[in-house]
């Protein structure tokens, strides 16, 4: 039988050797399969496809086991590390105003800001559900690369599992971080005194609503969006006027009510809030009328509580108000000496009431 020389065992290694060489690091399949998480060609390929070409920084694509730093490029920075991580179990995965990798981002780059450090590098662990369309982990992929360029991060490591069908919801992530801080920073609640200033940066309840909104369970529409945003460059502009922040802290699950309770309770002191003086946007206020839920519980993704003595209390809503993320910062309490461990809130008809810590769950799922 005569072959041409394109048909010789020999080309034919060849071509297929250059095919898969054309594959290599490409997702083939449209749906997350167990192989994708065997630790073989399959994984390999998701992991280059997914996250390696969308993360794209010359520490995670040497995909070592670790991430490896110089010490004295930190050191120059500050004199202390931040490291702090947490879990995103969102449902949906998609709502307005972001979605579970924006989520990721944001929170373990805000826990990192509220301690005055300047977040750095974060990792990036995700648990995936068999079935789970490789398009919807793209478009997360890339929501959680456009948050890292916002904020001025970096993934650097990372992880992936892959679960059978109805192990799990979808999509899991998990994001820790490391950041410095900078020398002669010392945040913490139990700086808090009596006089100091209680200051927020904006409207609250906005990504409490827009999840429970999203889920479909309510005939309502609105335009509210999740408020998801890094506020390390507000924190930092904070920083820039007021060194001395005596303690600083995102509202997120648990909302404002939540925060304070825990300030109160840590430093000894108690806190009176006013009322109309706390901005919740009338769609909010609606949605809480209609539920029977508090705004003060409702979880916030780019809201941060603010505490420094009176007298630089003017200052820093100023410099707040000059950034986007900060734009609607204002005063909304002040820091009393009694009774301790209590918050109370002074209402519109000029009555008080315990703004208690939240016992249960108002929205389960809400990042």
């Not at 997914?50 to 920075?77: C, G, H, R, W, Y």
């Not at 004199?79 to 709502?95: C, K, M, Q």
């Not at 450090?117 to 992929?141: D, H, M």
Request: hydrophobic residues 40%; negative net charge.
């Amino acid at each position: 039988m005569n072959f041409s020389l394109s048909d010789s065992p020999q080309n034919f290694l060849f071509q297929k050797i250059e095919k898969v060489r054309r594959h290599q690091g490409k997702v083939r399949d449209t749906h997350i399969t167990l192989a994708h998480g065997s630790g073989g060609k399959a994984m390999r390929d998701l992991i280059d496809d997914i996250f390696v070409n969308t993360f794209d920084n010359p520490t995670l694509s040497q995909l070592e086991d670790q991430a490896s730093f110089d010490l004295a490029s930190f050191m120059k920075q500050g004199d202390r590390l931040a490291f702090t991580t947490d879990s995103y179990v969102v449902d949906p995965l998609f709502f307005p105003g972001g979605d579970i990798g924006t989520l990721a981002i944001n929170g373990t780059v805000n826990d990192l800001a509220m301690s005055g450090a300047k977040p750095l590098y974060l990792s990036c662990s995700v648990i995936l559900e068999e079935g789970l369309a490789v398009e919807t982990l793209r478009r997360v992929a890339q929501s959680m690369q456009a948050a890292t360029k916002k904020a001025g991060v970096q993934v650097v490591t990372g992880d992936t599992k892959v679960v059978h069908r109805g192990a799990a919801d979808k999509l899991f992530i998990n994001t820790s971080g490391i950041g410095v801080i900078p020398t002669g920073v010392n945040i913490s609640a139990h700086n808090i005194q009596p006089g100091d200033a209680v200051i927020i940066n904006g409207e609250l309840g906005n990504h409490g609503t827009a999840i429970l909104i999203a889920r479909g369970e309510l005939a309502l529409e609105t335009d509210i969006e999740s408020d998801c945003q890094p506020l390390n460059g507000l924190v930092e502009t904070i920083l820039n006027v007021c060194p001395d922040v005596h303690a600083m802290r995102d509202a997120t699950r648990g909302g404002l009510a939540t925060v304070l309770n825990e300030f109160a309770l840590g430093s000894g002191v108690g806190i009176r809030l006013d009322e109309q003086s706390i901005p919740v946007r009338e769609e909010v206020k609606g949605v809480c009328e209609l539920l029977g839920l508090d705004p003060l519980y409702l979880a916030n993704e780019g809201k941060l509580v603010v505490v420094v003595g009176r007298e630089n209390a003017d200052a820093v809503v100023s410099a707040m108000k000059s950034h986007p993320a900060g734009k609607d910062a204002c005063i909304i309490g002040e820091v009393i000496p009694s009774p301790s461990g209590v918050v109370f809130l002074k209402t519109a008809f000029g009555a008080e009431r315990i703004v208690d810590m939240l016992v249960g769950e108002q929205l389960p799922r809400i990042c």
